[in-house]
């Protein structure tokens, strides 16, 4: 298959949960993804345990991992010395984004949104990195309207960025029209769409009200039937996740971004039935 499968992890913040986590990457490098990635704590709150994360996964598993890269609350001093360490260590892969301020942190910092940053990479280190950047097809949570959303996202990638992630959604239509509208404001970089398994419901419904992604009204309605029955509920969703992957790779997506919530599975099992479907 010519399409790319990468998994995204946040650092664990327990040595039992980083060695579960190398575990974890290990099994799932066995689908011969094109890269991982790690988030990135803003403002300082878990840099270290980043970088840490990345180079220890990188090691261990074989595969190429990509930090996560926040500059809200930073500087451009901060920021060299992070793509330094980066240089040094041979991550060449970045996902730039603009994050959130801590709590408590009023000073923006010397970046106030994603391009600024795509820029400064480019004015650092050249092509380097290979620079991913976010993407929503149901507009930002922040942003006024989809139309500024669009521009933004532009803007990014006039700024370099190489590729895209989106943010997780459950309409594959959603997804379509979005790069429609990209491609036709003269963006032609791969966007590859971010996949969410679904497990617990309570849990996506509230994390989905937050970060502005839409569980379609039907698909809520399925799910709460399930409330009382976790089996059901993984098996039916997990058999429409799988076949919103096969709809998206036969549209045309250059790949999928499992946001793998640090488990092999739904994942792994997701991707096979994939991977059985396409070849």
């Known amino acids: 298959m010519n399409k790319h499968i990468s998994f995204e992890f946040f650092p664990a913040k327990t040595e039992q949960g980083t060695a579960n986590l190398i575990t974890t990457s290990q099994t799932l490098a066995e689908l011969n993804p094109e890269f991982f990635s790690v988030t990135f704590g803003a403002g300082g709150s878990d840099q270290e345990r980043t970088l840490n994360t990345v180079l220890s996964i990188q090691q261990e598993s074989g595969i190429p991992t990509a930090s996560h890269l926040t500059c809200v609350g930073s500087s451009r001093k901060r920021m060299s010395d992070i793509l330094d360490t980066y240089k040094a260590n041979n991550i ?134 399930y409330e009382d029955d976790p089996k059901s509920l993984r098996a039916f969703a997990d058999d429409y996740i799988t076949e919103m992957c096969m709809t998206l790779i036969k549209r045309g997506a250059p790949g999928l971004h499992f946001y793998s919530m640090n488990q092999v599975e739904p994942n792994r099992k997701i991707c096979n039935e994939v991977l059985k479907s396409l070849n």
């Not at 500024?148 to 895209?164: E, H, I, P, Q, Y």
């Not at 997780?168 to 769409?193: L, M, Q, R």
């Not at 996949?195 to 809520?220: H, K, Q, T, V, Y």
């Open 92 to 225: 060449n892969r970045i996902v730039a984004l603009r994050g959130d301020l801590p709590m408590g942190m009023d000073d923006p910092g010397e970046f106030q949104f994603a391009d600024e940053l795509v820029s400064f990479i480019r004015e650092h280190s050249g092509d380097f990195f290979h620079i991913e950047v976010a993407a929503y097809p149901e507009k930002h949570p922040q942003s006024i309207d989809h139309k500024t959303d669009l521009n933004n996202f532009v803007k990014k990638v006039n700024a370099g960025a190489n590729s895209a992630i989106t943010q997780y959604f459950y309409n594959t239509d959603a997804y379509s029209y979005f790069v429609d509208e990209c491609a036709a404001a003269g963006s032609n970089i791969p966007i590859i769409p971010g996949i969410m398994p679904i497990g617990n419901f309570e849990n996506l419904s509230r994390f989905s009200d937050g970060c502005g992604a839409e569980i379609p009204r039907w698909l809520r309605i399925r799910l709460e039937t």
